[in-house]
Structures are given as structure tokens and as C-alpha cells.
Antibody, heavy 125, light 107 residues
Framework: QVELVESGGGVVQPGTSLRLSCAASGFSFSDYGMHWVRQAPGKGLEWVAVTSSDATKRYYAESVKGRFSIYKDNLKNTLYLYMGGLRTEDTAVYYC??????????????????WGQGTTVTVSS | ETALTQSPASISATPGDHVTISCRASQDIDDDVNWYRQKPGEAPVLIIEEGKTLAPGISARFSGSGYGTDFTLTIDNFDSDDAANYFCLQHDSFPLSFGQGTKVGIK
């Protein structure tokens, strides 16, 4: 079955960088776009970024644009999120999620169906 | 950017109740809305896609409706296991956005 396993979270200081990973299995990874979504403690869900199935198109939330970068390695079946210039407000559980279906174009998304269990990032001095 | 406004923020239901949650978009988004359920400490689970299509494995007590700017998630014959937070998501345009969530508790 489809499985997504995130890793790489931890406690870091403001201004530093961190790389999250998401190992995918159970589906044809190269056929699907992939998302990162985060949830601050006690808060709702915030969409962070998406990459197209072939990794040629990437879109970001305004709150992370210029600081975060999403990358999809179709040879390793792994999704990454490079986070730079971390701020205290980036503290959250970060989920990776698979797009619901194979997209008609690289600029299309149908939202998420399967989610990982999440990895926690805490930004604190 | 498309903003989603969910209401109510919280609701308490008795088993057997009919529960409705609203999600209003700031602009026309066709039927590009999904609904998710999230229990404490767990990842979200897809329950409705494209406004009204039930996701695989989800109870038929859940249904979705709406088009354009106004969408509704309905839970028929509420069960105590349905107690959770519910979120709508629009995937019509980037950046994607979620509603603020509705906490459904047991009365």
C-alpha cells in the first residue's frame, strides 16, 4: 500500500537551515505531484509547497517563498524540503502528501490523498 | 489568492444527529474542494474529493455538496467515532489554501 515516511525534523535556532525528507513507496512516485503541508501547534493546516510529477514546476506559499525549496528525486522515490532562514513561526509538524491523481498538466493539482505521519520542526533560541 | 472561510468553528453533536459544516470561498473555484478529517495526533485523512465524491473506504454517512463559492460537508447519523477536526481545501489555484477547521465534538 501507499506509504510516506518523513524524517529530518528537530530543534534548530532561528536563522539556520534544515532539510526534511519523505520516503515514498507503494505507488509510481514519478507519476504524481507531491506536497508539503504544515501544522503549527494547536493550529490548522497550512499548505507549504508542491512539485509536479517530473519536478519541473514548483509552487510555494507566500510565507515560505524565497526561503524554502521543494525537490523531488524520482530515482530515489524521495521528496525533500530545504528550509533556510528559519523563523520561530516555522515551528510545526511537517507532512508530506501525495497528489490525489496523475495530473493532466504539470501545472495541475487535485489536492492530497495519502499523508505521511509528519516530522516535527521546532525553531527556538 | 483564494481564502476559505469555514463555519462553525466548533460544534457538539449527539450520536444520531445530522451535522453540517460550511466552507465559503472568496472567489469561484468550480468544484475544486476536498474535505479532510483529522483526529488528535494523527495525519489528515481525505473524506471527500471534487466537492462531492466520497473517498475510498469512507462511510456513506459522509457527503459533500456545493459548487462555485459555497460548499457543505454533511455527516448523517453522527457516530462518536466521527469526533474530529474537519478541514476544507481548495486546489483550484495556487497557492492552495485550507479553511480554518471545524472541531466536531460529542455532546
Amino acid at each position: 500500500q501507499v506509504e510516506l515516511v518523513e524524517s529530518g525534523g528537530g530543534v534548530v535556532q532561528p536563522g539556520t537551515s534544515l532539510r526534511l525528507s519523505c520516503a515514498a513507496s507503494g505507488f509510481s512516485f514519478s507519476d504524481y505531484g507531491m506536497h508539503w503541508v504544515r501544522q503549527a501547534p494547536g493550529k490548522g493546516l497550512e499548505w507549504v509547497a508542491v512539485t509536479s510529477s517530473d519536478a519541473t514546476k514548483r509552487y510555494y506559499a507566500e510565507s515560505v517563498k524565497g526561503r524554502f525549496s521543494i525537490y523531488k528525486d524520482n530515482l530515489k522515490n524521495t521528496l525533500y524540503l530545504y528550509m533556510g532562514g528559519l523563523r520561530t513561526e516555522d515551528t510545526a509538524v511537517y507532512y508530506c502528501a501525495k497528489d490525489l491523481r496523475v495530473a493532466a498538466t504539470t501545472a495541475t493539482t487535485y489536492g492530497m490523498d495519502v499523508w505521511g505521519q509528519g516530522t516535527t520542526v521546532t525553531v527556538s533560541s | 489568492e483564494t481564502a476559505l472561510t469555514q463555519s462553525p468553528a466548533s460544534i457538539s453533536a449527539t450520536p444520531g444527529d445530522h451535522v453540517t459544516i460550511s466552507c465559503r470561498a472568496s472567489q469561484d473555484i468550480d468544484d475544486d474542494v476536498n474535505w479532510y478529517r483529522q483526529k488528535p495526533g494523527e495525519a489528515p485523512v481525505l473524506i471527500i474529493e471534487e466537492g462531492k465524491t466520497l473517498a475510498p473506504g469512507i462511510s456513506a454517512r459522509f457527503s459533500g455538496s456545493g459548487y462555485g463559492t459555497d460548499f457543505t460537508l454533511t455527516i448523517d447519523n453522527f457516530d462518536s467515532d466521527d469526533a474530529a477536526n474537519y478541514f476544507c481545501l481548495q486546489h483550484d489555484s495556487f497557492p492552495l489554501s485550507f479553511g480554518q477547521g471545524t472541531k466536531v465534538g460529542i455532546k
